[in-house]
């Protein structure tokens, strides 16, 4: 994780609107910002008139993509209107979290769909700072290298299979050191899955699973899921539907 700590002087009289401008960030521009897990602002006591904010991001990626946003900028203005003079800024990484209860669970959510929106923009490289190096996929596709590296290739397999291929959160809960997550996958079989004996034939799809996340210190550590195998192979027309009547056998 990465943040910053922004030790600030309001003017005299406005402390009130510094508050009320970063809880209107928290509140509306917060939960659209990639990577933001958590802020917070405080009052210290041997210093009253001043301010000091702490803001955490999954990353230095996020937080710097956060500095360099338009909109952060104009929100930053209307922030330096109200104070005496430029905050000093003390840039860094979290090397211990001590997050808990609810806090943690939310800050593993914040990664964990960050990682599934990564997953549905085939944005690989955004992953390699969220999977920790000894990370252990227990669903690994047969024949692919362990970790991340074959969920990347096995990933990339599917979208050769479906080109179109788009994903979508359908829930998100987390509890502790775990996230888990429904997703739904739509696509065309333009490419066929070989895996299967399925050749390219058009076929729509829609499907969903189940993610099962762990994470230690901001980075998944474990990964598990279930899938409507069936469901997709009927879709496919590998195998028939409910009341459908099996395909004749070649002659």
Do not use: C
């Amino acid at each position: 994780m990465f943040g910053t700590i922004a030790r600030m002087r309001p003017q005299a009289g406005r402390q009130a609107d510094v508050i009320r401008l970063f809880e209107e960030w928290g509140r509306e521009r917060g939960p659209r910002v990639p990577g933001a897990l958590a802020g917070y602002l405080m009052r210290p006591l041997n210093r009253p008139d001043e301010l000091i904010a702490v803001p955490i991001f999954a990353d230095r990626a996020t937080y710097e993509a956060n500095a360099n946003d338009p909109q952060q900028d104009a929100w930053y203005r209307s922030l330096r209107e109200l104070l005496e003079e430029d905050p000093i800024w003390e840039d860094g990484e979290y090397v211990v979290s001590g997050a808990a209860g609810d806090q943690a669970a939310e800050a593993n959510k914040a990664i964990v769909r960050r990682i599934e929106e990564a997953w549905d923009g085939n944005n690989l490289a955004t992953l390699d700072d969220l999977f920790a190096p000894d990370f252990v996929a227990h669903n690994a596709v047969p024949g692919m290298p362990p970790g991340l590296a074959g969920a990347k290739m096995a990933h990339q397999a599917s979208m050769a299979s479906f080109p179109d291929r788009r994903t979508s959160i359908e829930e998100l809960v987390g509890a502790g050191d775990t996230v888990v997550v429904r997703v739904r996958m739509t696509g065309t079989n333009q490419g066929g899955l070989a895996w299967a004996g399925v050749p390219p034939n058009g076929n729509k799809v829609n499907v969903t699973w189940i993610s099962i996340y762990r994470l230690a210190g901001g980075k998944v550590v474990e990964h598990r899921a279930e899938m409507d195998i069936i469901g997709l192979m009927q879709q496919l027309g590998a195998i028939p539907s409910p009341g459908q009547a099996p395909a004749a056998a070649a002659t």
